[in-house]
């Protein structure tokens, strides 16, 4: 099956700039998408399709995807970004074919 | 607006199944994709399976293949899904998800919560 990583966790001040990567072969090949879970709600979707952005998600939630390796950039970090992420992607021939990445803890210190 | 509705907690004994609903509205059920996701407790999402409402075709993990049955009911604009043979490690938040096109969820049900415990 194919498999994506991400750090456990990120810490960072807030105004700063957050960025959470998603490691898996040749990532850059698929569709990134990216969801924001705070504790005891569902996920939420925050960046699709690599970078583009639902609408109602802020500006300061970006993405990108080359290589290895799709990032999760949270410019200008505020308290209520504190949450886990999680990464996904269709990988058709593995099985399950919709695979999530293990999340990453963002505080907000 | 969009809004995914699922039952209730359910606690179940092993090898008892449950069935847990997910009922749409604000969109057609017919025009998208349903997922169902779960989450057991401190651990990563984990895809089950989907259904086209539109036509019935399903997909499932093969994890959980033999076990889970994925359903819709066009007329009550809700999916259901069903797992068998439960054991403890069944215990988890179960999840559905609209799929927006190109395996993408963009609305998600509230959670279920479905403890299993004797």
């Known amino acids: 099956s194919y498999v994506l990583t991400q750090p456990p966790s990120v810490s960072v001040a807030p105004g700063q700039t957050a960025r959470i990567t998603c490691g898996g072969n040749?990532?850059?090949?698929?569709?990134v998408h990216w969801y924001q879970q705070k504790p005891g709600l569902a996920p939420v979707l925050v960046v699709y399709d690599d970078s583009d952005r639902p609408s109602g998600i802020p500006e300061r939630f970006s993405g990108s995807n080359s290589g290895n390796t799709a990032t999760l950039t949270i410019s200008r970090v505020e308290a209520g970004d504190e949450a886990d992420y999680y990464c996904?992607?269709?990988?058709?021939?593995?099985?399950?074919?919709?695979?999530f990445g293990g999340g990453t803890k963002l505080t907000v210190l | 607006q969009v809004q995914l509705v699922q039952s209730g907690a359910e606690v179940k004994k092993p090898g008892a199944s449950v069935k847990v609903s997910c009922k749409a509205s604000?969109?057609?059920?017919?025009?998208?994709?349903i997922h169902w996701v779960r989450q057991a407790p401190g651990q990563r999402l984990e895809w089950m399976g989907w259904i086209n409402a539109g036509n019935g075709n399903t997909k499932y993990s093969q994890k959980f293949q033999g076990r889970v049955t994925i359903t819709s009911d066009t007329s009550a604009s809700t999916a259901n899904m069903e797992l068998s043979s439960l054991r403890s490690e069944d215990t988890a938040v179960y999840y559905c998800a609209r799929d927006q096109g190109e395996l993408v969820f963009d609305y998600w049900g509230q959670g279920t919560l479905v403890t299993v415990s004797s």
């Open positions: 040749n990532i850059g090949s698929k569709s």
């Open positions: 604000g969109y057609s059920l017919t025009s998208y994709g």
């Open positions: 996904q992607v269709w990988h058709s021939s593995s099985d399950p074919p919709v695979v």
